[in-house]
């Protein structure tokens, strides 16, 4: 690594010692690329989540915001949905990325111009293609919403970034690459080439019935595995060993998780069409294929658990570390949901009920949202050279979201266990509705809660840039 400042992310033995200065290198970031990034991403967390806020309202008063095509409930699910995926999580861990890459590479951004205007592209599509959403332009395939217009936008931007990234590594100073590196460039690749089939390939003619459906399944699961999933354990594995000071537990475990990510995941899409057109041996790859998605869980919780030992005390004190270890338990229990539900004696209770929108919710929430807090309260800090805002209010916003989630997601598995059995008993599906409505008011309340606390987390992030109390070496909450 470039310095001693980094050998918290060097390829070490369980219990090496770490002794890090946690601002050498942080004149190599450029805050101009990371600050465009960030606003960005404060803008799309109010956006998207108070978009599903209003989505809830619908279920339980169908009333509210109902005399505008653009508020209703169709185009406010896409813009909570995407708006919180490509908005919030996806430019919040672009932001990251341009910290991070520069410090574990021991050298500045290659262009950073590229970077700037790949950013700006890459919100002027989030623009275009929300705003078309309202306006009722839209392929109407699932998280390929965007009109194709927008859609070349965001490619653009993100190519751009891409090249920019992948030079800096290309140019390092350091011979070895991080683990957070390699997540971070297979991401990238792997989503380049899955956009451009999701929305592009899939608008062709020719994808029609079927294959459309399997094609979108593709799509959209990788959305999360090859994108959401390998930017989120990136900053996983950046945060944690500079968090506790103590290098990663076991780099090849790290790998493994890589390997069978990248051979697994691809194939697991069909999961979400069983019982359908699609053959039958097509949905059974998508089937083991997703039982073998325990491998890159359990690599990731281990290697959390490793670096962990003998830090424990962290949990009660840092707010980085508890966002941490909470994402890291959700991350476990999605590892059980996501291969359960894709078995063929599931998939009948729980399809097409609210047990999969908790599901949904788990994964791009409960992990790798609490997951980019964490590395926010983490960077913005050092690169504005000012202590956190406020502490309190950083706690704060962990418990909304802790809480709010829990109750969310509590209630969506259990409305979608009991509708599913009700259908399967053969009741009418209105009937259905009637019993849900409590959990439905319940969901809504933790989503209020967990918008709540994103609104801390903006003011917060933005109070510290600004008004924190200026300091050469601002300690990690």
């Known amino acids: 690594m470039a310095g001693a400042s980094l050998n918290v992310h060097a390829v070490a033995k369980p219990g090496d010692v770490a002794k890090e200065s946690l601002s ?26 108070w978009a599903g806020f209003f989505v809830s309202l619908k279920f339980t008063f169908p009333w509210v915001l109902s005399e505008s095509y653009a ?35 021991g050298r500045p951004l290659w262009k950073p111009g590229l970077s700037m205007a790949g950013g700006l592209l890459w919100n002027l599509g989030m623009v275009l293609g929300l705003g078309g959403v309202h306006l009722g332009y839209m392929q109407g395939l699932e998280f390929a919403d965007f009109n194709l217009l ?23 100073r350091e011979p070895k690459i ?5 997540y971070l460039m297979a991401g990238l690749s792997w989503t380049t080439i899955n956009y451009v089939v999701g929305n592009f390939v899939a608008a062709l003619p020719s994808s029609t019935g079927a294959n459309s459906a399997a094609m979108n399944g593709y799509f959209l699961h990788n959305v999360v595995g090859l994108w959401v999933t390998p930017m989120g354990v990136s900053m ?17 475990l790290s790998m493994i998780g890589f390997w069978t990510i990248a051979f697994f995941y691809p194939f697991t899409g069909a999961h979400h069409y069983l019982l359908s057109p699609i053959p ?46 909470v994402g890291a338990i959700y991350y476990l229990t999605t ?62 916003n962990f418990w909304l979201v802790f809480f709010g989630f829990l109750i ?7 409305a979608g266990i009991i509708q599913g059995h009700m259908l399967i008993n053969n009741v009418d599906w209105p009937d259905t509705l009637d019993v849900n409505n409590f959990y439905w008011h319940a969901r809504t309340f933790g989503g209020f809660l967990m918008d709540v606390g994103m609104l801390i987390l903006v003011y917060n992030i933005i109070a510290t840039m600004y008004w924190g109390k200026p300091s050469a070496n601002p300690r990690a909450i």
């Open 150 to 172: 927008s859609d070349a936008v965001l490619a653009l931007g993100l190519i751009l970034i891409d090249i920019n990234l992948f030079m800096t590594i290309a140019k390092r």
């Open 236 to 252: 996983a594995y950046y945060l944690l060993p500079v968090t506790t000071r103590t290098p990663l537990y076991s780099h090849r």
């Open 408 to 414: 969310m997601a509590l209630m969506l598995w259990a």
């Open 335 to 396: 590892c059980f949901q996501g291969p359960t539900q894709a078995l063929r004696a599931l998939q009948p209770v729980v399809h097409f009920t609210d047990y999969v929108v908790g599901h949904a919710h788990l994964a791009l929430f409960g992990v790798f949202s609490l997951w980019t807090m964490a590395a926010f309260y983490y960077m913005i800090p050092k690169l504005a050279g000012r202590e956190i805002y406020s502490v309190g209010l950083a706690r704060a």
């Open 71 to 105: 508020l209703s409930y169709g185009p406010l699910r896409i813009a909570h949905t995407q708006g919180v995926a490509y908005g919030w999580f996806s430019t919040g861990a672009l932001a990251f990325a341009h910290y991070m890459v520069p410090k574990l590479c």
């Open 178 to 182: 991080y683990v957070s590196l390699w």
């Open 280 to 325: 039958d041996w097509v949905e059974t790859i998508a089937i083991v294929s997703s039982l073998m998605l325990i491998v890159p869980v359990w690599t990731v919780l281990a290697n959390m658990y490793g670096t962990m030992r003998g830090r424990w005390d962290l949990l009660g004190n840092s707010v980085i570390t508890k966002f941490l270890v």
């Open 24 to 49: 050498t290198l942080e004149p190599l970031v450029d805050r101009k690329v990371v600050y465009t990034f960030v606003f960005a991403a404060l803008f799309w967390v109010v956006y998207g989540p």
